[in-house]
Every structure is written in structure tokens, then in C-alpha cells.
């Protein structure tokens, strides 16, 4: 269709175009495909960078505990197995003490300048790590560096489904949680470079936090100076180019970041089954996260040397990075069937654990792969995230859903070391992710049978539907939640 036809009334086949938008006023708004490639490049060469940094950089900060551990934090601080577990809790429980504050200031600031102050609040928090000489002063240490990274994930959720659309969002999803896997190879392979560095002033393990605190901070000060906010502030795009993306936007009701918040739109969220099922995903992919802090211990215990260790764990995160994608590519061949996709990723990290529990530390290599294995839980988180951000619609719904996938990501990250204090098999801590990963198949169904019943019913309701989001017939500045757009279709 051509401009001049701008002022035509659509017809029902013209309303289900993907390259037209009904604007509710009796006319049509148009873009070629060629236009909305070109928009979809640009995004992903400047928001896509952005993010990816800043995830890489906060589970670098998270997992050096892991590092430091081998290197000497747990001897110079004099830290027993049960403190070292804590160590590791109590970052998440000053994540979940941020949650319920950051919840509110990122409905009502501008997200990204918000999220820019804390990742320079964390660097700064992050390079004071290396002053405390006693348990008690790491921990309060961890414990705000903890809170001041509470708003990285969920906002992250949020700026993708503000540029995305939502059949995009598990390839974008997946490309900065891989950060995770990529992180943990440059981790190591950085902590091995500081500990064969002998004429270091400072211990290897002050100087690893020193340097994730300084590199942190730049790149807070590049995000909060460079991210927009949304597409109104995108300055990297001419005004055809911010038409163009409200018009796509439009077809999944997105109408970029607000600052309100909403009661009734929070009381929805507190009925709906599946923002409970967003809050059990986060409780459940998280239980078996202190493999990816103990393993690193596990390998080290069997006799292998510091730097060894290093070496051994760094594949580790090639391998999760390599079952991510391996999800992606089953999302790209079953666009429709997210929820299968977790399950089969929930395969592999089962099975390592299942060897790590039978298997002798005598096995050497066989419980370093397996410890490889075990560790692969951001696969299916990636995909589980990609759902959230798909299916919930409304400025503070889809932040008190993301808030709550979150709290569950933090519980389940303050309990589960607990469990990792008898070394060095931590049998108590196996079996534990082996149960959560059942709970977590099981509560993945769940929300698959959900989100296909409510699609049944507002297919017999009648009335518009196209694609998972459908066709805006509501402008692209109406905050409405998906229970409200009745047009809305949900993802599975």
C-alpha cells in the first residue's frame, strides 16, 4: 500500500497486514519492510550492546566469589564453609530487599538513567570488596553490592519488550543472558592472569574485585549517559525512524516506558495464575545456581592446583553459552513451543547432576564434565525470561511480574547454598537441584496449559486477532494490561 492510501478506511485482510497500523481514527499508517529491517538493525547495534555489557559485567562482579574462594578469600578472611555460604546468600537477600523499592522508582523515573546510577552504585560497592579484612565487613560488603544490582535483570526484561516485539524477544533475551556463560570464560581466564602475576602489592583476589568494580563504573557512566529511555528518546533514530517504531510497537500494545503506577493493574497481577507460575520459574531455575559458585571448589578439592582450576572451570561457560543457543535455534524451529524448548533444556544440566552425585571425586575429568553440565541453567532461564517479557502487558504489571520472577530468582539463590556446606561432594545440595528441577518441568507445564486456555477463550470471544500481540486498534499510548486487550494473544 501506498502513503496516498493513508486516509482509507481498512478493511478487515488490511488490518491484519503486518506492515499496517489501524490507529483507531479511521486510518492506516504504513511502513515497508525494507524501513522496519533497517529500524530492527539500528536497534540491535546500539540497545543490544548496552545491555549485553552490563549483564556481562554484573555476573562477573557475582561470580568472582567463586574465584576469590580458590584464591585465598576464604584463608585470609579466616571464612568456615557455612560463611562462605553466606557470602554467597547474602547478596541475593540484598537483591531481594532492593526488589520492593526498585519495583516503584522504575515505574515512575526514567528506566534507563535509573538503571545507569545503580551499575555505578554497584561498580563502586564492587571494588570495595577488596578492603575487608574479616568476615562480618565481606559480608555487609556483598550484601550492598547485592542491593545495588536489584534492578539490572527485571529492568532488562522491561527495555526489551519497550524495543522488541514479542516474537523477537527470545533471540534478544537469550543474547544477553549468554553474557552469563561469556562472563564466567573471562572470569577465569582473568583470574588466572592475576594469579600468575607474582609482584602484585595487593592479594589476587582484592585486585580480581578492584578491577570488576573499575570497569563496572565505566560502564555505568556509558549507560546512563548513552541508553534511552524509549523510543521518544532514542537518539540515535530520525523521526520517520521513532514512526516507524511506534507503529510495530503498536501491534504488540507497546507504547514504550511510562512513569505511572497502577493499583488496579497490581491487583490483576496478584490474581493471575501465571504471574504466580513467573514467580515460581524464578524460585525454581535458581535452586541449582550454587553449582556454577561450588564447582569451581568441587574441581580444586579433587587435587588440581589455583590456576588449574581456573583453566578446568572456564569451559564451563562455553558450554552453557553453547546449550543457549542450541534453545534459540529450537525456538526459531518451534516458534510456538517455548514451553517444550525449556523442557529439553532442562535435560542436560539433570544429567550432570545425576553424575556429579554418583561419580568419585577419583573420577577426575568425568566430575569436572559433569560439573560443565550441571552449571547450564541460564538455557532455560533465557527462554523462561523471554516468556515473561512476552506475555505481560501494562506499564506496572509487567513490572510487578518481572519483580516477582525476581523475589523467586533471589529466594531461591539465599536458600540454595545453604545446602553446599559439606564438602566436597555437597550430596545435600545435588539432590536438592535434582527435585527443583522436576518442580521446575512440572510448573513449566502449568503455565503452557494456562496460556493455551486463555487463548481458546478469547478466540471464541470473537473479534480481532492476528499474530501472539495481534494488530493495535488502541494507539500506542494506552497503558492496558494483557487481561484487558481481549486481542492480546499469549506465547506457550
Not at 561498580?123 to 553490592?145: E, S
Not at 527495555?159 to 524477544?169: A, F, G, P, Q, V
Not at 523475589?407 to 545440595?429: F, M, V
Request: proline share 4%.
Amino acid at each position: 500500500m501506498e502513503a496516498s492510501d493513508t486516509k482509507v478506511r481498512p478493511s478487515d485482510d488490511e488490518k491484519r497486514r503486518s506492515s499496517e497500523n489501524y490507529d483507531g481514527n479511521g486510518t492506516i499508517e504504513t511502513y515497508t519492510e525494507e524501513e522496519e529491517k533497517a529500524l530492527v538493525r539500528k536497534i540491535d547495534m546500539v540497545i543490544l550492546p548496552f545491555m549485553c555489557l552490563v549483564f556481562l559485567l554484573q555476573y562477573l562482579d557475582k561470580q568472582s566469589l567463586s574465584y576469590a574462594g580458590v584464591f585465598g578469600l576464604m584463608t585470609d578472611l579466616n571464612l568456615s564453609n557455612s560463611q562462605y555460604s553466606w557470602c554467597s546468600s547474602i547478596f541475593y537477600i540484598g537483591q531481594l530487599v532492593a526488589e520492593y523499592p526498585f519495583i516503584y522508582l522504575m515505574s515512575r523515573l526514567p528506566l534507563t538513567k535509573f538503571v545507569g546510577a545503580t551499575v555505578i552504585l554497584w561498580g563502586i560497592t564492587c571494588a570495595c570488596l577488596a578492603a575487608p579484612q574479616n568476615y562480618a565487613g565481606f559480608a555487609a560488603v556483598r550484601f550492598l553490592l547485592g542491593f545495588t544490582e536489584g534492578a539490572v535483570s527485571p529492568a532488562f526484561v522491561t527495555i526489551t519488550s519497550i524495543w522488541y516485539r514479542s516474537h523477537e524477544h527470545a533471540w534478544r533475551t537469550g543474547l544477553w543472558v549468554s553474557m552469563n556463560g561469556i562472563a564466567q570464560v573471562i572470569g577465569c581466564l582473568l583470574m588466572y592472569g592475576i594469579g600468575k602475576n607474582g609482584s602484585l602489592a595487593l592479594a589476587p583476589w582484592r585486585t580480581l574485585f578492584i578491577i570488576c568494580g573499575a570497569l563496572t563504573i565505566g560502564a555505568g557512566v556509558a549507560f546512563f549517559t548513552l541508553m534511552p529511555s524509549g523510543p521518544k528518546d532514542a537518539w540515535f533514530l530520525n523521526a520517520r525512524e521513532k514512526q516507524v517504531l511506534a507503529l510495530r510497537m503498536a501491534k504488540d500494545r507497546e507504547g514504550g516506558d511510562k512513569t505511572s503506577f497502577s493499583t488496579p493493574q497490581l491487583k490483576e497481577t496478584l490474581l493471575d495464575p501465571k504471574a504466580w507460575c513467573a514467580f515460581w520459574f524464578g524460585v525454581l531455575v535458581t535452586m541449582q545456581s550454587p553449582v556454577l559458585t561450588f564447582a569451581t571448589l568441587v574441581i580444586n578439592s579433587i587435587g588440581y592446583s589455583q590456576l588449574q582450576t581456573m583453566l578446568y572451570t572456564a569451559p564451563s561457560g562455553a558450554v552453557q553459552v553453547a546449550l543457549l543457543w542450541i534453545g534459540m535455534a529450537l525456538c526459531w524451529m518451534l516458534p510456538r513451543q517455548r514451553t517444550i524448548v525449556v523442557v529439553i533444556l532442562c535435560i542436560p544440566p539433570i544429567v550432570g547432576n545425576i553424575l556429579m552425585l554418583v561419580l568419585p571425586l577419583s573420577a577426575g575429568w568425568g566430575v569436572i564434565v559433569s560439573a560443565w553440565l550441571a552449571s547450564c541453567i541460564t538455557a532455560s532461564w533465557s527462554i523462561l525470561l523471554s516468556l515473561v517479557a512476552s506475555n505481560v502487558k501494562g506499564n506496572t504489571k509487567r513490572a510487578v511480574v518481572n519483580a516477582m520472577f525476581f523475589i523467586g530468582y533471589c529466594a531461591g539463590c539465599i536458600a540454595s547454598p545453604q545446602l553446599w556446606t559439606n564438602r566436597p561432594k555437597y550430596l545435600e545440595g545435588l539432590i536438592t537441584a535434582l527435585v527443583t528441577w522436576g518442580l521446575l518441568i512440572f510448573t513449566t507445564m502449568v503455565y503452557r496449559v494456562l496460556c493455551i486456555r486463555d487463548n481458546k477463550q478469547r478466540e471464541k470471544e470473537g473479534g480481532p486477532e492476528g499474530e501472539e500481540g495481534g494488530v493495535s486498534y488502541m494507539g500506542t499510548d494506552t497503558d492496558v494490561t494483557d487481561k484487558q486487550d481481549r486481542a492480546f494473544r499469549y506465547s506457550w
